[in-house]
């Protein structure tokens, strides 16, 4: 069954179909019975509507478990240059010294290679990261030299390897592709 989320779906399919078979509005005051008969025919209907008029729809899954952290901390020289690259574009102080604040921006640069979502793009990762945050003190204010901040950004991805690996996260997503009988393909972009 494609997305019932995706506007494309309700208009075209999920929509008519219930029209079809009776129904304009939600009906409230009916039986257990007469609702699961209704639904019956409704789900029919959109079975139907799809068979006539299949679509295309693109799953996607990711679990986030620490596995590809654990495979990033182990490339010595692939960490040491993502850490070297961090360390040189974000803006130090005139002594040289990085405020804590840029820690979750040199995380952001650090987490693909790591195999980490962006920041903001998956909650619970960032629900977990803010955590580990609290945990390091990292959001407490002060500089850091370059050893300490290469020190506290492993530790960091070190928790957060751990954390994943006890509670790993799984994000998934559906999305409309494309449908045989397709008038407009406009009609057709993925609603995320």
């Not at 574009?89 to 010294?97: A, E, F, I, N, Q």
């Not at 998956?122 to 629900?127: M, S, T």
Request: glycine share 6%.
């Amino acid at each position: 069954m494609p997305p019932a989320s995706d506007p494309w779906v309700m208009e075209k399919i999920v929509k008519p179909a219930a029209e079809s078979c009776g129904f304009r509005e939600l009906i409230i005051n009916v039986s257990a019975e007469e609702f699961v008969e209704a639904l019956r025919s409704v789900v029919l209907e959109v079975a139907s509507r799809l068979e006539k008029s299949p679509v295309t729809v693109a799953h996607s899954k990711k679990i986030y478990d620490g596995k590809s952290i654990q495979k990033f901390v182990k490339k010595k020289d692939e960490v040491d240059k993502a850490l070297q690259t961090a360390w040189k574009s974000l803006p130090k102080d005139p002594r040289g010294t990085l405020p804590r604040e840029y820690l979750r921006v040199a995380l952001d640069m650090i987490g693909p290679p790591a195999g980490l979502p962006p920041l903001g793009a998956v909650e619970q990762v960032d629900g977990v990261v803010s955590e580990i945050f609290k945990m390091v003190e990292a959001d407490e204010g002060g500089v850091l030299k370059q050893n300490e901040f290469n020190n506290l950004v492993l530790q960091i991805l070190g928790s957060l390897m751990l954390q994943l690996e006890g509670n790993p996260i799984t994000v998934s997503s559906n999305a409309l592709v494309k449908s045989s009988q397709n008038d407009d393909d406009s009609d057709f972009l993925p609603h995320l």
